[in-house]
């Protein structure tokens, strides 16, 4: 089992940034893909970024591309989320996942889950 615990969520103005963590535990996640998602109220769960087991393969939404960038630091267990130019659209409650498919932007490829850290950017 891996246990998933997201941190570093809150509110910034448009154009701010924010780094998300997710800390993981219960075994190493150095052979898991790692990844993100997002919900928005009212609106469907939808996918950000995924990462390979070793950083070399990244993978982003078309709508987060080019503002932020995932990371892992397998020696410390944590992925990473930095979000720059931060738009009011991309207030969700943000997820960290885990699985051994693949770098993928399904929801079913991702085995373990987050309980999820809010981001509310305000205009």
């Known amino acids: 089992q891996v246990q998933l615990v997201e941190s570093g969520g809150g509110v910034v103005q448009a154009g701010g940034s924010l780094r998300l963590s997710c800390a993981a535990s219960?075994?190493?996640?150095?052979?898991?893909?790692m990844g993100w998602f997002r919900q928005a109220p009212g609106k469907e769960r939808e996918f950000v970024a995924a990462?390979?087991?070793?950083?070399?393969?990244?993978n982003y939404a078309g709508s987060v591309k080019g503002r932020f960038t995932i990371s892992r630091d397998n020696a410390k267990n944590a992925v990473y989320l930095q979000m720059n130019s931060l738009k009011p659209e991309d207030t969700a409650v943000y997820c960290c996942?885990?699985?051994?498919?693949?770098?993928?932007?399904?929801?079913?490829?991702?085995?373990?889950w987050g309980q999820g850290t809010q981001v509310t950017v305000s205009s």
């Open positions: 219960g075994r190493s996640i150095s052979t898991y893909i």
């Open positions: 996942v885990a699985g051994r498919v693949a770098v993928s932007p399904r929801p079913s490829d991702y085995d373990y």
């Open positions: 990462i390979s087991w070793s950083g070399g393969t990244t």
